[in-house]
C-alpha cells in the first residue's frame, strides 16, 4: 500500500496529465478514478484533522474535560467553521484508505511546535493537496468532456464499460 503522500504525488506529477490528449478513454477514465479516490482521502484526512483542530480549540476554551466530553457532538457537527470547494465526498472510506490517513497524520502531528500549530500546518498542507488534485480533476474531466464532444468517445462505450462492471 503507497503512502498518501505517495498517492498524492503519483496523481499530481506532470506525467499524471501531460498526455491526456493521446490516451485512450479507459486509461482516461482509469487515471480520473484514481485522481477521484486519492482527493477522497485527502478530504476524509483533512476533514479528521479539522476535528482534531475544533477540540483542541474547545479545550482550550472550556479546560474542563467533563464539559468538553458533553459538547464533543456539538463541537463536531458545527459545519460552519471549515469551508470546502463543494465537491461530494465519499463518505464510506475503505479500510486502506483510513491507514493511509492515520499514517500521514502520524507523520504529520510528530514535532516540536504545539499541537494545535501542527493540526494548522497540517490542515493547510492538506487544503492545498486538495487544490491540486481538484485541478488535475478537472482537467481529465475537460478531457473526457472534449473527447466525447470530438467522437474519440461514445455514450454506448461508457454504457458497455459499465455493464462489464
Do not use: W
Request: no cysteine; glycine share 6%; hydrophobic share 35%.
Amino acid at each position: 500500500m503507497a503512502s498518501l503522500r505517495e498517492a498524492v504525488a503519483e496523481v499530481l506529477s506532470p506525467s499524471f496529465i501531460d498526455d491526456i490528449g493521446s490516451i485512450s478513454v479507459e486509461e482516461l477514465r482509469r487515471r480520473r478514478d484514481q485522481a477521484i479516490h486519492v482527493e477522497s482521502v485527502v478530504s476524509y484526512t483533512r476533514r479528521l484533522v479539522q476535528a482534531m483542530l475544533d477540540i483542541t480549540n474547545a479545550s482550550e476554551v472550556s479546560g474542563d474535560s467533563s464539559e468538553l466530553v458533553g459538547e464533543l457532538s456539538e463541537i463536531l457537527s458545527d459545519g460552519n467553521s471549515h469551508s470546502s470547494a463543494g465537491r461530494l465526498v465519499e463518505v464510506e472510506i475503505s479500510e486502506e484508505a483510513s491507514l493511509q490517513a492515520d499514517q500521514f497524520l502520524q507523520d504529520s502531528l510528530v514535532g516540536p511546535p504545539s499541537k494545535n500549530d501542527r493540526l494548522v500546518a497540517t490542515e493547510k498542507e492538506i487544503s492545498e493537496m486538495r487544490q491540486e488534485l481538484h485541478s488535475v480533476l478537472d482537467q481529465l474531466s475537460s478531457e473526457l468532456v472534449e473527447q466525447y464532444k470530438n467522437g474519440r468517445a461514445s455514450i454506448q462505450g461508457l454504457l458497455e464499460d459499465v455493464r462489464k462492471g
